[in-house]
């Protein structure tokens, strides 16, 4: 299973944008790119996922670097509840497993 | 549509008892996964299932176990239970249906469960 590896902590002011950097060097040709968010004592909540192409929706942008050793997580207008820990995860096509890293601590802030 | 729910939310147990678990999958999902939290471990993963069938397990002793009903309804039980089993037990559902295609899991609240 590849390996990510992020910030412990950012902070960001509400309403700008928010930039999550995740490196993962030993991703394999047929792995995703997977982000969720976990805010404090809820369950995982799923954001975005790509393979090699940016991907937009209605949460945020998924940037992939060219040799997709790395990849930057962007909400485009911080709010304060979006204040959470994000997880950058490596996941195979073939299963559910989600092996899960130390996260991002994202502080958002009046 | 009904998220995935599970119980109890909260639950406390002694050291040596036994417990089990339940999570109920989104209406449709086939796929159930299920993970514990610690604050010094973070979220692991612990088993997954697919049509009553164990797909994954996780790197964790044999007092963990699971299966998963005919009705996609799965459940998890930890024997003679050791205070470093006190966690958040969470479980996913997700509506694969086969292998090689990708969809979102869906986490549930989870079980706290303390053990004394």
């Known amino acids: 299973d590849a390996k990510t590896t992020q910030p412990p902590s950012m902070d960001c002011a509400e309403g700008r944008a928010a930039n999550l950097p995740c490196n993962h060097s030993?991703?394999?040709?047929?792995?995703?790119v997977y982000w969720y968010r976990q805010i404090h004592s809820q369950g995982p909540q799923y954001i975005i996922h790509?393979?090699?192409n940016n991907e937009t929706n209605e949460m945020a942008s998924l940037i992939i670097t060219e040799d997709r050793k790395s990849s930057t997580l962007i909400l485009p207008h911080a709010t304060l509840r979006d204040t959470a820990v994000y997880y950058c995860?490596?996941?195979?096509?073939?299963?559910?497993?989600?092996?899960f890293g130390t996260g991002t601590r994202l502080q958002v802030f009046p | 549509k009904a998220g995935v729910t599970q119980t109890p939310r909260y639950l406390i147990k002694t050291r040596g008892q036994q417990v089990t678990l339940s999570c109920s999958p989104i209406?449709?999902?086939?796929?159930v996964s299920w993970y514990q939290q610690t604050p010094g471990q973070g979220l692991q993963f612990l088993f997954e299932?697919?049509?009553?069938?164990?797909?994954n397990k996780g790197n964790f002793p044999g007092r963990f176990s699971g299966r998963q009903f005919s009705n996609s309804r799965s459940e998890m039980n930890v024997s003679t239970l050791e205070l470093g089993d006190s966690a958040l037990y969470l479980c996913?559902?997700?509506?694969?249906?086969?292998?090689?295609?990708?969809?979102?899991?869906?986490f549930g609240p989870g079980t706290r469960l303390t053990v004394l």
């Open positions: 030993t991703i394999s040709g047929n792995e995703y």
């Open positions: 209406s449709g999902h086939r796929s």
């Open positions: 299932y697919f049509s009553e069938t164990q797909r």
């Open positions: 996913a559902s997700s509506a694969r249906r086969e292998r090689g295609v990708l969809n979102e899991q869906f």
């Open positions: 995860i490596v996941r195979g096509r073939n299963t559910d497993k989600l092996i």
């Open positions: 790509g393979l090699k």
